[in-house]
């Protein structure tokens, strides 16, 4: 059966409580030792009524989930958390969230106090990463680079199965590598990024403006998956915006690549829908750049929208593991399963 294939809780069956906490909606499911997803939910976290209101949203939807598990006869035996923007995972805190407006928010305690039961918190992206590496399409790599492309560009760095996040919680933001020092202004502060080259986001305002040049009106507004579309099916503007895109992303892979060496490179996110529309071009172009470094395996995510919440899944098995381990004697290994 797939992993990540949807069904009927199952009566008496240990599960952990997978949380995927977004800018708009939180989406949960319960994960068993093996990455098998059940009794997925979802709900609007309604950002737009405020910071507290997001918080009420996320701790109702997890009291909802683990009382409609426990009523199916299932057992939650623990909690994990994907959450956007900075996390310092130590602390159990989400240091700061442009998106839900949150700043110092001990989201790990609450959740604890909410539900009873041991909580893990994580980056939504290094989640989502560790979902990939383990069980996903990293899976037998010990070092996988994942970068997921929506809006902006992403990234996390897993050595076996673990992410590596730096000293200050802040590793690979490779959306704010500085690509075109002195070029567009990024969010972040930054000028250049590659976040305003080959984001969702960058895609489509630059094909804007490209449209806006050539005929003096840019027309409706459009998505990146528009802007691809209309490259292959001849859009000269729209071919030339998606190619630039492709070849600052080969720029800010090839630093990545430079760094980490990984074995193999895992695209996720809406942009890597496109497919190979997206990577025939960024692989040439890597090519065209590499030098001394061995280019890893580019293969697109596995576990699509679904890799955050299996990713905390796994990080509260994790947190039960440590528990027992600790107890018992020496830690398993760290991408084992329990």
């Given at each position: 059966m797939n992993r990540t294939e949807e069904q009927a809780p199952v009566a008496g069956a240990d599960r952990v409580l997978g949380l995927d906490v977004g800018g708009t909606v939180v989406k949960s499911a319960l994960v068993a030792p093996d990455g098998t997803v059940t009794g997925e939910r979802r709900s609007a976290t309604r950002p737009a009524d405020g910071p507290d209101a997001v918080l009420a949203a996320v701790l109702d939807h997890a009291e909802q989930a683990v009382a409609e598990a426990q009523a199916g006869g299932g057992t939650v035996r623990a909690a994990g958390i994907a959450s956007c923007g900075l996390v310092d995972e130590d602390a159990g805190t989400v240091v700061f969230s442009s998106v839900v407006k949150w700043r110092d928010v001990p989201l790990r305690r609450l959740v604890a106090e909410r539900l009873g039961l041991p909580v893990a918190l994580g980056h939504d992206v290094r989640s989502g990463g560790i979902a990939e590496a383990r069980l996903g399409a990293g899976r037998g790599?010990?070092?996988?680079?994942?970068?997921?492309?929506?809006?902006?560009?992403?990234?996390?760095?897993?050595?076996?199965?673990?992410?590596?996040?730096?000293?200050?919680?802040?590793?690979?933001?490779?959306?704010?590598?500085?690509?075109?020092?002195?070029?567009?202004?990024?969010?972040?502060?930054?000028?250049?990024?590659?976040?305003?080259?080959?984001?969702?986001?960058?895609?489509?305002?630059?094909?804007?403006?490209?449209?806006g040049a050539a005929h003096g009106d840019a027309g409706p507004a459009v998505t990146a998956a528009e802007v691809a579309r209309r490259a292959a099916a001849g859009d000269a503007a729209a071919a030339r915006v998606w190619d630039e895109a492709?070849?600052?992303?080969?720029?800010?892979?090839?630093?990545?690549?430079?760094?980490?060496?990984?074995?193999?490179?895992?695209?996720?996110?809406?942009?890597?829908?496109?497919?190979?529309?997206?990577?025939?071009?960024?692989?040439?172009?890597l090519e065209r750049r590499v030098a001394f470094q061995v280019l890893p395996d580019i293969v697109r995510a596995a576990l699509g929208e679904r890799a955050g919440r299996i990713g905390a899944g796994l990080l509260a098995w994790d947190l039960l593991r440590a528990a027992r381990t600790t107890a018992a004697g020496p830690v398993a290994p760290a991408g084992s399963l329990p």
């Open positions: 790599h010990p070092v996988v680079l994942f970068v997921p492309v929506g809006t902006g560009v992403g990234g996390a760095v897993l050595l076996d199965g673990l992410p590596f996040a730096g000293s200050h919680w802040r590793s690979a933001e490779l959306g704010h590598l500085v690509l075109r020092p002195g070029g567009e202004p990024c969010g972040c502060g930054q000028r250049g990024c590659l976040d305003t080259l080959a984001g969702g986001a960058a895609i489509a305002r630059r094909y804007a403006a490209a449209r492709a070849d600052a992303m080969a720029e800010g892979l090839l630093a990545a690549v430079t760094l980490f060496d990984p074995g193999v490179l895992v695209l996720g996110g809406g942009v890597s829908q496109a497919g190979d529309q997206l990577l025939v071009p960024l692989r040439r172009h």
